[in-house]
């Protein structure tokens, strides 16, 4: 079993770096899958991931908060609605047109519900 939570892991870190570059492509809900399935297979990845200086923040308020900083959930609202403007500009089959925006309206109404972490104190 340590195997597949090491390839899940792998995976999702390598989805991740592919987000860094690639536009639209998150990078944090990867980071936050291979964490989670690093704790289970793999401590070494988990402890590195924790420690990462941009993202190690982010996924330790997540597991301890489920917290979404204000700056990400807009940037992935604004995404969301590109996504529906575009299956509106470009061609596509109708029962996406009619599916995704609602799916994205829900995505975006959890999201927004998420606790924002807390300021670091001193701030």
């Given at each position: 079993?340590?195997?597949?939570?090491?390839?899940?892991?792998s995976l999702c870190v390598a989805l991740g770096a592919i987000g860094v570059?690639?536009?639209?492509?998150?990078?944090?809900?990867?980071?936050?899958?291979?964490?989670?399935?690093?704790?289970?297979?793999?401590?070494?990845?988990?402890?590195?991931?924790?420690?990462?200086?941009?993202?190690?923040?982010?996924?330790?308020?997540?597991?301890?908060?489920?917290?979404?900083?204000?700056?990400?959930?807009?940037?992935?609202?604004?995404?969301?609605?590109?996504?529906?403007?575009?299956?509106?500009?470009?061609?596509?089959?109708?029962?996406?047109?009619?599916?995704?925006?609602?799916?994205?309206?829900?995505?975006?109404?959890?999201?927004?519900?998420?606790?924002?972490?807390?300021?670091?104190?001193?701030?």
């Amino acid at each position: 079993m340590i195997w597949f939570w090491r390839s899940l892991a792998s995976l999702c870190v390598a989805l991740g770096a592919i987000g860094v570059v690639v536009p639209g492509l998150p990078t944090t809900p990867f980071l936050l899958v291979a964490a989670w399935a690093s704790a289970r297979g793999w401590p070494e990845l988990e402890a590195r991931l924790l420690l990462h200086p941009h993202y190690g923040p982010l996924i330790r308020d997540w597991r301890t908060r489920r917290a979404v900083p204000r700056q990400a959930k807009w940037a992935a609202s604004l995404l969301m609605l590109s996504s529906v403007v575009m299956i509106w500009l470009l061609p596509a089959p109708d029962w996406l047109r009619w599916s995704l925006p609602p799916f994205l309206c829900c995505v975006a109404l959890w999201l927004w519900t998420r606790a924002e972490p807390q300021p670091p104190a001193g701030r």
